[in-house]
């Protein structure tokens, strides 16, 4: 396994994060600037945030089959992910160790029944263990048993697959901590990928995340998704874990989030009388966005690129009884999805230019951007202590507006 990493605070400077982090809204300010321009603090980000705890990498159901292979990049650590002889998921660096050639190209997929070197052709079997190093039978000393495959933590949850590249942050399960049972009714494990885009957004991916979190936005920037649900609907959730996220209702004529309300699936078959008139939208720290309705599960998994660029991967999910349906096409979701997302890029984007002009100041918060600021907190103390940690809460005023 790796070895434990050291962690460091970022390299902000505290008195701009004491504001982030000040015990009530009304006094609390956002993220400083360099939080989202800085290439030394994304460097930070992605070795302490990313690397340093789980982070998605995708659905299982793209490892399903023994011998499926793939190579996903965390922060700047590449893993490659292996399905088994005996169908258990594993992940190893992705690293020969031999003389360092990167075992399979990140984005490769591949389905072979070992794991091959492409530079001189060590063979390692699919649990890592080194099969074959050619010409190296009359190498005085040398020792197949010397040179298996390095572990990554690796570990599935409801259907997605998560890595832990340092090997030290907590279990996943404390990690997930009662997101599990929020999202059960829905069962996201038995749910299948029907439709994806994939977006390049020039924008940090906390931007994009905050974003998520509000919908303060929404009359001004979204008219298709205010036709479907009452912006200022909807409550917050207490969590146990390192997530943030709420709910919203869906307007009456509306069964789902799509362009005229109806909807192309079916009802997911374990939700309430109350879930099924709900939309929930969660983000598990650092890079999964879960946006859970009625009849689809839709997901935003985010790779940063730069300080101020982002791949989004958006997957629609949907349960297996869809295949009855005769010519069922799941577009009815992923298009008023794909509205929304490219309003919401654009405004990322210039928030993006905004906070790298000189003119930028760090800015206060409205009640509907609580669950902003809960996320904020979350990234300031992160900075602080050099891991994230459950999301502090500032007091809830008594009446809310
Ligand atoms: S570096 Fe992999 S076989 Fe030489
Ligand atoms: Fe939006």
């Known amino acids: 396994m790796s070895e434990p990493m050291t962690r460091t605070p970022a ?9 982030v982090l000040a015990s009530t809204l009304g006094e609390a300010r956002t993220l400083p600037a360099e939080a989202y321009t800085s ?19 995708g659905r299982a159901e793209a490892l399903a089959s023994p011998g499926d292979q793939t190579a996903v990049r965390v922060g700047k650590e590449g893993i490659l992910l292996v399905r088994d002889a005996q169908g258990a998921l594993r992940a190893f660096h992705n690293v020969c160790r031999h003389r360092g050639h990167e075992l399979l190209e990140i984005g490769a997929t591949r389905n072979l029944r070992a794991i091959k070197c492409p530079y001189h052709a060590w063979v390692y079997a699919l649990d890592g263990t080194l099969a074959g190093a050619p010409r190296f ?8 048993a010397d040179y298996p495959l390095i572990p990554v933590l690796v570990r599935e949850w409801r259907g997605w697959v998560f890595a832990n590249a340092s090997g030290d942050a907590p279990p996943l399960e404390e990690h997930v901590g009662n997101l599990d049972e929020l999202v059960a009714p829905w069962e996201p494990e038995r749910l299948f990928v029907a439709a994806r885009h994939d977006y390049v957004v020039r924008a940090n991916w906390k931007v994009i995340t905050e974003n998520y979190h509000e919908c303060y936005h929404c009359p001004s920037i979204h008219p298709e998704l205010c036709e479907v649900t009452p912006v200022d609907s909807g409550e917050n959730f207490p969590q146990t874990g390192c997530w943030v996220g709420g709910s919203m209702e869906l307007k009456p004529h509306a069964v789902t989030m799509s362009l005229s ?32 309705h009625p009849d689809y599960v839709m997901t935003h998994r985010m790779e940063p690129l730069g300080p101020g660029e982002t791949l989004v991967e958006c997957a629609w999910l949907f349960p297996p009884e869809v295949r009855e349906i005769e010519g069922f096409d799941p577009t009815y979701a992923s298009e008023f999805w794909d509205i929304t997302n490219r309003e919401d890029w654009a405004a990322c984007e210039s928030v993006q230019r905004g906070l790298a002009s000189r003119g930028h100041r760090q800015g206060p918060f409205a009640w509907s951007e609580d669950e902003v600021h809960a996320f904020m907190a ?24």
């Open 137 to 144: 039978g009359d190498v005085p000393g040398f020792d197949r």
């Open 11 to 19: 390299p902000i400077d505290p008195a701009r994060l004491r504001p």
């Open 378 to 401: 979350m990234v300031a103390r992160g900075y602080v202590d050099g891991r994230v940690s459950v999301p502090p809460r500032v007091q809830e005023p008594s009446v809310a507006g």
């Open 39 to 57: 290439p030394d603090v994304l460097a930070w980000e992605e070795r302490h945030f990313f690397e340093g705890s789980w982070v998605c990498v």
């Open 261 to 292: 309300g109806a909807s192309g699936g079916v009802r997911l078959r374990g939700l309430s009388q109350t879930q099924a008139r709900q939309v929930i939208y969660v983000g598990l720290f650092p890079n999964l966005l879960i946006s859970l």
